[in-house]
């Protein structure tokens, strides 16, 4: 690891040396009497830097490499000026006239300039009423990369963002399952996931699990910081995700796109958009229709997803949006396997009365203000009404179905929330800084029912009792939550910032209801049987600091390092819920620790982008499952603080253009090639004997994703390749265990290749997944869908045609 730190930094570091820098500089005038307008602000929009003028109106931008730039002057009671131009091999002056003001402010918009690099990129210092300053980020820019999109392929679609562990078994792409850093990649829930800023999740504190996954056909990119977003986006260790749905075209009033893929078992998918400007308003919407049969048997599926967003700018200062979103979908479960039945016929299924249904209203009322030239508020009002039924027989894979009731859980998640943002720029040590300020409440009410189902084997989610009601628990949880947060960017120099933060907490959660106890002697024999009434309440007060450091030679090349606070509060499941194959400890306690990064990362004009960075995650009092004797003397999977654990790691990003290194940056064929290697070492210490010194589960020493990509006109070819190395699946480490829910998952790899061709308004896109037609697994379930080893897709073609009019 240490040499292959050392290597990576000193290329880094002489790829940055070399690279020739040039500068900008000129003059800002006013229009109306041709005198130089002091203080005036010069925005470099390819990376959201600020620079000020003197007072006489002068500035300079200087380490720039060759390339193409925009530039925006503004100053306050003036218009602004956009100027676009290109570096060669020499110093550029560049003059701006501003115009007096008309009766209205002319917006700054620097929208669509992002640089984009390979299809990766990263968040600029301040974005919109966000600031990611010092903070390790990445945004994968959907138009940029080749996947199978219409599956959601996150293999593909997240290739590029180092150290994810991702779980793969879900073929049709309806629900994301991504980790890092020896995370759990369940449902993405130690992750914020949030949609165009606001929330997605089931519910953001009792159960952050994210049933919906927007489709990678209608976004536009997708935002990825690190456990340094605790300070703004609240309680959590794996930082925050957030999925920017595309918006309708500016320039024009209607604009059709519709794409139609075919896929191996008998998979379609129809994505269709319709978007557009007119006047004040700009709108977009898509309805997606996605069915299958899948890989193994028992394993259809059925969807529907419908977003519509229109935003509405009465003058140029306001602008307000509302988002509706909706998702119905139906999935037949196959169940897991035991490592035998994996190696026999990782296709065969073994339970085939195992269902999913997921319905997903979310609804999004935004309101943005800029209150002057360097003020802007952002208030973001958001709503869940869904639900979601599973139903199946959960016993021990490696027992047979005996075709009695199933287990049917049933929730309902009604939340909504508010975060309101004000971020301003002032003037600090002849420079600028950036204060971030903000507040957030949420109420979260979720009601959770479990019990006998039907013994048939259709999808029919009925409770089936004496009464018609859950046998076996009935919940209400409540979950409220207020925070107040602070950043600032301090520019202590032109090139060194410090970015302090603070978030401070309220949280209360609350489970009213009745669960059924049943202990039974060894024999089998049910010796107590009784209901059992249950009202817990809890709240506390949470106060969260951090701190982040960058330093930037030029505009290519950043150091960068940040400390962060976080906590994670225990969830509903973990109050109270019924698994055949696994026991709550009601004792829990909530989860805190910190995360901690130092890197290096930087780009030359779209030829060479790279992040390599070191991170320590400390984790106290972490959850998990042990196994523990019970009062009656049996062994148990209970899930309990089994202790602390500890993360260290070194995440490495490089990506070049082969060709544009050799024969310059605008050769017109494109050949790039990218290595993504993340070297994790994660250790606990705990009281439990079985667990103390153990390495961490899910936690793979070695994630390492590598690919090259062609592209010349109008056509694209990627390869990639992906490699994880085994991984435990539980703190005591187990290598086998008979009902498969713990035990080693085996190192495994696979490869993918995609193209694609567009021609006027039609492109045609296809590819193979799994290239070699491997047999593994990425995860072991010990309830849904499993439990057991829950196979991956073998070999997959798909096909898709795109039209836009």
């Given at each position: 690891?240490r040499?292959?730190?050392?290597?990576?930094?000193?290329?880094?570091?002489?790829?940055?040396?070399?690279?020739q820098?040039?500068?900008?500089?000129?003059?800002?005038?006013?229009?109306?009497?041709?005198?130089?307008?002091?203080?005036?602000?010069?925005?470099?929009?390819?990376?959201?830097?600020?620079?000020?003028?003197?007072?006489?109106?002068?500035?300079?931008?200087?380490?720039?490499?060759?390339?193409?730039?925009?530039?925006?002057?503004y100053?306050?009671?003036?218009g602004?000026?956009?100027?676009?131009?290109?570096?060669?091999?020499?110093?550029?002056?560049?003059?701006?006239?501003?115009?007096?003001?008309?009766?209205?402010?002319?917006?700054?918009?620097?929208?669509?300039?992002?640089?984009?690099?390979?299809?990766?990129?990263?968040?600029?210092?301040?974005?919109?009423?966000?600031?990611?300053?010092g903070?390790?980020?990445?945004?994968?820019?959907?138009?940029?990369?080749?996947?199978?999109k219409?599956?959601?392929?996150?293999?593909?679609v997240?290739?590029?963002?180092?150290?994810?562990?991702?779980?793969?078994?879900?073929?049709?792409g309806?629900?994301?399952?991504?980790?890092?850093?020896?995370?759990?990649?369940?449902?993405?829930?130690?992750?914020?996931?949030?949609?165009?800023g606001y929330?997605?999740?089931?519910?953001?504190?009792g159960?952050?699990?994210?049933?919906?996954?927007?489709?990678?056909?209608?976004?536009?990119?997708?935002?990825?910081?690190?456990?340094?977003?605790?300070?703004?986006?609240?309680?959590?260790?794996?930082?925050?995700?957030?999925?920017?749905?595309?918006?309708?075209?500016?320039d024009?009033?209607?604009?059709l796109?519709?794409?139609?893929?075919?896929?191996?078992?008998g998979?379609?998918?129809?994505?269709?958009?319709?978007?557009?400007?007119?006047?004040?308003?700009?709108?977009?919407?898509?309805?997606?229709?996605?069915?299958?049969?899948?890989?193994?048997?028992?394993?259809?599926f059925?969807?529907?997803?419908?977003?519509?967003?229109?935003?509405?700018?009465?003058?140029?200062?306001?602008?307000?949006?509302?988002?509706?979103?909706?998702?119905?979908?139906?999935?037949?479960?196959?169940?897991?396997?035991?490592?035998?039945?994996?190696?026999?016929?990782a296709?065969?299924?073994?339970?085939?009365?195992?269902?999913?249904?997921v319905?997903?209203?979310?609804?999004a009322?935004?309101?943005?203000?800029?209150?002057?030239?360097?003020?802007?508020?952002?208030?973001?009002n958001?709503?869940?009404?869904?639900?979601?039924?599973?139903?199946?027989?959960l016993?021990?894979?490696?027992?047979?179905?005996?075709?009695?009731?199933?287990?049917?859980?049933?929730?309902?998640?009604?939340?909504?929330?508010?975060?309101?943002?004000?971020?301003?720029?002032?003037?600090?040590?002849?420079?600028?800084?950036?204060?971030?300020?903000?507040?957030?409440?949420?109420?979260?009410?979720?009601?959770?029912?479990?019990?006998?189902?039907?013994?048939r084997?259709?999808?029919?989610f009925?409770?089936?009792?004496?009464?018609?009601?859950?046998?076996?628990?009935?919940?209400?949880?409540?979950?409220?939550?207020?925070?107040?947060?602070?950043?600032?960017?301090f520019?202590?120099?032109?090139?060194?910032?410090?970015?302090?933060?603070?978030?401070?907490?309220?949280?209360?959660?609350?489970?009213?209801?009745?669960?059924?106890?049943?202990?039974?002697?060894?024999?089998?024999?049910?010796?107590?049987?009784?209901?059992?009434?249950?009202?817990?309440?809890?709240?506390?007060?949470?106060?969260?600091?951090g701190?982040?450091?960058?330093?930037?030679?030029?505009?290519?090349?950043?150091?960068?390092?940040?400390?962060?606070?976080?906590y994670?509060?225990?969830?509903?499941?973990?109050?109270?819920?019924?698994?055949?194959?696994?026991?709550?400890?009601?004792?829990?306690?909530?989860e805190?620790?910190?995360?901690?990064?130092?890197g290096?990362?930087?780009n030359?004009?779209g030829?060479?982008?790279?992040?390599?960075?070191?991170?320590?995650?400390?984790?106290?009092?972490?959850?998990?499952?042990?196994?523990?004797?019970?009062?009656?003397?049996?062994?148990?999977?209970?899930?309990?603080?089994?202790?602390?654990?500890?993360?260290?790691?070194?995440?490495?990003?490089?990506?070049?253009d082969?060709?544009?290194?050799?024969?310059?940056?605008?050769?017109?064929?494109?050949?790039?090639?990218?290595?993504?290697?993340t070297?994790?070492?994660?250790?606990?210490?705990?009281?439990?004997?079985?667990?103390d010194?153990?390495?961490?589960?899910?936690?793979?020493?070695?994630?390492?994703?590598?690919?090259?990509?062609?592209?010349?006109?109008?056509?694209?070819?990627?390869?990639?390749?992906?490699?994880?190395?085994?991984?435990?699946?539980?703190?005591?480490?187990?290598?086998?265990?008979?009902?498969?829910?713990?035990?080693?998952?085996?190192?495994?790899?696979v490869?993918d290749?995609?193209?694609?061709?567009?021609?006027?308004?039609?492109?045609?896109?296809?590819?193979?997944?799994?290239?070699?037609?491997?047999?593994?697994?990425?995860?072991?379930?010990?309830?849904?869908?499993?439990?057991?080893?829950?196979?991956?897709?073998?070999?997959?073609?798909?096909?898709?045609?795109?039209?836009?009019?």
């Amino acid at each position: 690891m240490r040499y292959t730190l050392t290597t990576v930094l000193f290329l880094c570091s002489c790829l940055a040396a070399l690279a020739q820098s040039y500068s900008v500089s000129g003059t800002i005038t006013n229009a109306a009497n041709g005198q130089p307008v002091p203080q005036a602000e010069v925005l470099l929009t390819n990376t959201g830097n600020l620079f000020q003028a003197d007072a006489s109106g002068k500035y300079s931008i200087s380490n720039l490499a060759a390339g193409t730039y925009t530039l925006t002057a503004y100053s306050v009671g003036l218009g602004s000026a956009t100027q676009q131009v290109i570096i060669t091999n020499s110093p550029v002056i560049l003059n701006f006239i501003l115009k007096p003001l008309e009766g209205k402010i002319s917006e700054v918009k620097v929208k669509g300039e992002r640089e984009k690099t390979f299809g990766i990129t990263r968040l600029n210092s301040v974005e919109g009423t966000a600031i990611y300053e010092g903070k390790k980020s990445e945004v994968v820019v959907i138009e940029d990369i080749s996947a199978n999109k219409a599956t959601n392929n996150s293999r593909q679609v997240f290739a590029k963002v180092a150290g994810l562990n991702i779980w793969e078994s879900d073929g049709a792409g309806l629900q994301l399952g991504i980790g890092g850093r020896g995370l759990s990649p369940n449902r993405t829930s130690n992750f914020n996931t949030r949609q165009n800023g606001y929330d997605i999740s089931a519910d953001a504190l009792g159960y952050p699990e994210s049933y919906y996954t927007p489709p990678v056909e209608a976004l536009d990119r997708i935002e990825v910081v690190r456990g340094a977003a605790s300070l703004q986006y609240g309680t959590q260790f794996g930082g925050m995700i957030n999925f920017v749905m595309k918006e309708g075209p500016e320039d024009k009033p209607f604009e059709l796109t519709t794409r139609q893929t075919v896929g191996s078992w008998g998979l379609f998918n129809s994505f269709n958009s319709v978007g557009g400007s007119k006047g004040k308003f700009h709108y977009y919407g898509f309805y997606q229709y996605k069915r299958g049969d899948g890989w193994r048997d028992n394993s259809n599926f059925d969807a529907h997803t419908a977003f519509s967003s229109i935003h509405y700018k009465p003058t140029d200062r306001l602008e307000i949006g509302f988002d509706y979103t909706f998702m119905d979908y139906l999935a037949q479960q196959p169940g897991g396997l035991t490592d035998a039945a994996f190696a026999q016929d990782a296709r065969q299924s073994v339970r085939n009365r195992n269902w999913f249904k997921v319905k997903w209203n979310l609804l999004a009322l935004t309101l943005d203000y800029r209150l002057s030239e360097r003020t802007k508020l952002n208030i973001r009002n958001f709503g869940l009404l869904a639900q979601r039924d599973a139903l199946g027989y959960l016993e021990k894979i490696n027992r047979a179905d005996p075709m009695r009731e199933r287990l049917l859980l049933q929730d309902q998640f009604n939340n909504f929330g508010n975060e309101t943002r004000l971020i301003t720029r002032y003037n600090f040590l002849d420079s600028f800084s950036t204060l971030l300020v903000g507040a957030r409440y949420y109420h979260g009410l979720t009601d959770q029912k479990q019990g006998n189902g039907s013994s048939r084997s259709d999808s029919d989610f009925r409770f089936y009792s004496e009464t018609g009601a859950p046998s076996q628990s009935s919940y209400d949880y409540l979950s409220r939550n207020v925070a107040v947060f602070a950043e600032n960017i301090f520019n202590i120099t032109p090139t060194l910032s410090v970015t302090p933060g603070a978030r401070y907490e309220w949280i209360n959660t609350n489970a009213d209801g009745s669960y059924r106890e049943v202990i039974a002697d060894q024999a089998g024999n049910v010796i107590r049987d009784e209901t059992k009434a249950e009202d817990r309440s809890n709240s506390r007060n949470i106060l969260l600091l951090g701190l982040g450091l960058s330093y930037k030679p030029n505009e290519q090349l950043e150091v960068y390092g940040n400390f962060s606070q976080n906590y994670r509060a225990i969830n509903f499941n973990d109050m109270r819920v019924v698994n055949p194959n696994q026991l709550v400890d009601q004792n829990l306690q909530d989860e805190s620790g910190y995360t901690s990064d130092l890197g290096v990362r930087g780009n030359s004009s779209g030829v060479l982008n790279y992040d390599v960075s070191l991170f320590y995650l400390a984790y106290k009092d972490r959850i998990s499952s042990i196994n523990q004797v019970t009062p009656n003397y049996q062994i148990q999977r209970v899930r309990t603080n089994v202790g602390d654990s500890y993360h260290y790691g070194l995440e490495t990003f490089v990506e070049a253009d082969l060709l544009k290194l050799y024969y310059g940056a605008d050769h017109p064929t494109s050949l790039s090639a990218f290595s993504n290697i993340t070297y994790v070492y994660t250790t606990y210490e705990s009281s439990e004997s079985d667990v103390d010194g153990k390495n961490v589960e899910l936690a793979p020493a070695v994630i390492a994703k590598a690919g090259l990509a062609f592209k010349r006109n109008n056509f694209k070819l990627a390869y990639q390749y992906s490699y994880t190395a085994e991984q435990y699946t539980d703190p005591a480490n187990s290598i086998l265990e008979p009902t498969a829910v713990v035990g080693i998952i085996p190192a495994y790899w696979v490869m993918d290749l995609s193209g694609s061709y567009t021609y006027g308004r039609f492109t045609l896109e296809t590819g193979i997944n799994n290239l070699t037609d491997n047999r593994y697994f990425t995860r072991r379930a010990t309830g849904y869908p499993g439990p057991g080893i829950i196979p991956s897709d073998a070999r997959s073609f798909y096909l898709s045609l795109q039209f836009k009019l």
